[in-house]
């Protein structure tokens, strides 16, 4: 559970380099995240239609599913037929859409770019997050890439994150199947009510 609560709060970081559900491209690529020497992978989804990850926590199956368009964020639990529906702003949301949440970080104007550079054969432009509340503080490093509209690395400089970061690997193009952004017909679907929004980094 810690590592993969490591993993949500080192992926919140999507968004900062101006990325924008309604420019999402085609493609699908594994999400390798390292964390104190250990590997976990995610599947990624990205179309016009959204985005969506997948992913596996002792032993349970588990997909974020964000909609162009939509207002929630929707959670699947295929093992237990059930998908949670949570309004897009509300903390649980935040907690599992990296792009909502830095869509609110990227106006604060903490994300610094600093080039261009390749990270496995694709070319991406670097950039750092600082903390807004202490300037000097380093949070976040990441490399976007234009072409895919999606970050292909990420580094957590954040105290306690030592080591972590997250790489796309395999990225390729990917026939969206529109199937992937809907809840299934035999899915329970219950609706989580908005929360306090989140504190300012």
Known sequence: MKTTKQFIQLTLIL???????????????????N????????????????????F?????KSA??????????????PDQKMAIKS????????NNDPIKVFEKYEEQGILKKEGNETINGIVCTKSTLWSKKNPGQKMYTLWYSEKYKFPMKII???EGSEGSSMEMKNVKYWKPDNSKFEIPN????????????????
């Open 56 to 60: 596996e926590e002792r032993g349970n």
């Open 15 to 33: 968004i900062l380099s101006g990325l924008s559900i309604n420019g999402f491209a085609q493609f699908t690529a594994d999400m390798v995240f």
């Open 35 to 54: 964390n104190a020497g250990q590997e976990k992978q995610f599947k990624v989804y990205s179309a016009e239609a959204g985005y969506r990850y997948e």
């Open 87 to 94: 309004p897009a702003g509300s903390q649980m949301s935040m």
């Open 186 to 201: 035999n899915y329970q679907v219950m609706s989580m009510p908005g929360m306090p929004d989140i504190p300012q980094m």
């Open 156 to 158: 957590d400089h954040m």
């Open 64 to 77: 974020i599913i964000v909609k162009n368009g939509s207002k929630d964020v929707v959670i699947l639990m």
